[in-house]
């Protein structure tokens, strides 16, 4: 007979997995866990790499790509025993979750040998097709042309029409990309018409996404009318990340429209970007409740231990200590909620801070760049734009920062003059990278900022039509004087990325003034040791 230990954790289990069956990812993630941390309590590694498992597919369901792969490798510590069935569908599961995470955060070489792993412990012949379909796919992502064909040509021998029609697309791609020569068209319209058949409608772009593709050179009115297809139909089952995906060619392919497209991809770059942050600290602050919960749980058990056991001699004593330990606990509790909100609010702040430097000024400099250049070569606006989307999809991870990945003083410069045209002049003086000798890359990243800042909201709210920026060093000091022709500070009010250049310039030991006193323009002030 099972005992109560045993038997509770399946019971969360199966909520979870109810959950999980009618979508509500938050609930299933937290009873996922709850029943994770009970297998552990039994010794039961099964039960809790399972649970993990599914903890981590509904991670990368929503958005929080690398969270995933992090629960993925927890869960593939307790999978050990692989012999056994169950270890060895649960481990299948498991690395084709890190190879769908590593795809979509566009790792593709992890992403294939995560795939073969899934492939080595897949013990369901239906799944093998589907797996060497997601392989071949990530194969024509690597330019593997050769390689891809060799595993989608597998892939086609199942017997399921939706997992043909999807090989089926991937391989007559693959065969096109690598012969110029070869026409894919009867293939191509034979898979879209199985998922036009089988009402798949997600199915449907893949189709739609690959013979834009294939027209994109040959025919750019189809090509242009198959990535419109792909923009409505991700747009009704709200997936962005085609959405995105179509909006790339429209902006290419539909000059008259291509700023509307522009916008439209900024806005669902910020909202998938938002959405996919407040996944990560979401999932994250229900680990951290949970294991709280857990400890809490284990010091009243300890506390009852110790009071049955208590002598009648020492009661006093026990009673007094008891109520200094639970003062202690509490305490420990506000302590540790004090921790958490703040840390969840420096999280926030920095990604609110990542996300407008790097993304809003960033989109505001793209902007201003299609506004002032006539003619501009749409290649080159796709590029940029696809900068803007890389920066926005890596915002969470930390990596070395774009301002400091070219010769500062040229990149700074060219930051500066992109923000010029036929009616804004933007003489530089002094920017010599001999003049950034000895300086950290903190206080370079928080200049460019500073500086990028002060630029864009020029461009917004000035109406200067000439801006003098001067660099000049003194010894070890840095001195930065900006000034331009327009309305002054005092005829607008500058929002919080103008305010925030004090803390910025603070956060590396420096000084900021903005001259109010100017009689035209504005002028402003920034002095920094160029060692700090």
């Excluded at 979509?104 to 795939?115: D, G, I, Q, R, T």
């Excluded at 909100?341 to 990604?351: A, F, H, W």
């Excluded at 990596?399 to 060219?414: C, G, I, P, R, T």
């Excluded at 903005?514 to 009689?519: A, G, P």
Aim: glycine share 4%; with cysteine.
């Amino acid at each position: 007979m099972k005992t109560r230990d045993e038997v509770y954790p399946k019971k969360l289990y199966e909520k979870a997995k109810d959950f999980k069956n009618e979508n509500i990812s938050d609930s299933a993630f937290y009873y996922f866990n709850l029943a994770k941390n009970d297998y552990i309590k039994i010794n039961d590694s099964t039960g809790a790499g399972k649970s993990l498992v599914n903890m981590a597919i509904i991670q990368c369901d929503n958005g929080d790509f690398y969270g995933s792969i992090e629960t993925s490798l927890e869960a593939d510590k307790l999978l050990r025993n692989e012999s056994d069935s169950t270890v060895k569908s649960t481990l299948a599961a498991n690395y084709n979750n890190m190879a769908i995470s590593s795809s979509f955060l566009k790792n593709y070489e992890e992403s294939v040998a995560y795939y073969k792993k899934t492939l080595q412990f897949s013990n369901d012949p239906k799944n093998r097709y589907i797996y060497n379909n997601n392989i071949g796919d990530a194969l024509i992502l690597l330019g593997k042309y050769k390689e891809a064909k060799k595993y989608l040509e597998l892939a086609i021998l199942t017997k399921d029409s939706l997992v043909y029609a999807k090989a089926l697309n991937n391989l007559s791609r693959a065969k096109f990309l690598d012969d110029q020569n070869y026409n894919p068209l009867s293939e191509l319209n034979k898979a879209l018409t199985i998922r036009k058949n089988n009402k798949d409608i997600g199915e449907q772009n893949s189709s739609f996404s690959t013979l834009a593709d294939y027209y994109l050179d040959k025919d750019p009115k189809k090509s242009l009318l198959y990535s419109y297809k792909l923009f409505e139909t991700s747009k009704k089952i709200k997936k962005p990340e085609d959405q995105i995906n179509a909006l790339q060619r429209l902006i290419v392919l539909d000059k008259l429209n291509y700023l509307k497209y522009f916008k439209r991809l900024t806005a669902i770059n910020d909202s998938t970007q938002t959405s996919r942050n407040k996944a990560k600290n979401q999932f994250a602050m229900v680990r951290y409740d949970v294991e709280k919960l857990k400890a809490e749980k284990a010091e009243k058990e300890v506390e009852g231990l110790q009071k049955n056991i208590g002598l009648t001699g020492l009661a006093l004593s026990l009673i007094g200590g008891f109520f200094w330990n639970e003062k202690r606990k509490k305490n420990i509790r506000q302590e540790k909620e004090k921790e958490k909100e703040l840390e969840v609010k420096n999280t926030e702040l920095r990604y609110s801070k990542k996300v407008h430097d790097k993304v809003a000024n960033k989109v505001y400099h793209v902007m201003s760049e299609v506004e002032n250049t006539e003619n501009m070569n749409k290649e080159v606006l796709l590029y940029k734009l696809d900068g803007i989307y890389q920066i926005s999809r890596d915002i969470s991870y930390e990596k070395k920062d774009v301002a400091l990945e070219h010769n500062f003083s040229q990149h700074l410069s060219q930051m500066l003059k992109s923000y010029s045209s036929e009616n804004i002049k933007v003489p530089i003086i002094g920017n010599e990278e001999s003049l950034w000798e000895d300086v950290g890359d903190h206080s370079k990243v928080e200049v460019f900022y500073i500086l990028q800042e002060l630029m864009t909201n020029m461009k917004k709210h000035s109406k200067a039509d000439k801006v003098l920026i001067d660099f000049s060093r003194e010894n070890d000091l840095i001195n930065i004087v900006y000034s331009d022709n327009g309305i002054g500070i005092s005829e607008f009010s500058p929002k919080n990325g103008v305010q925030n250049t004090e803390s910025r310039i603070n956060s590396i030991g420096g000084t900021i003034n903005f001259d109010t006193k100017t009689e035209n323009g504005l002028k402003i002030t920034l002095s920094f040791p160029a060692k700090n």
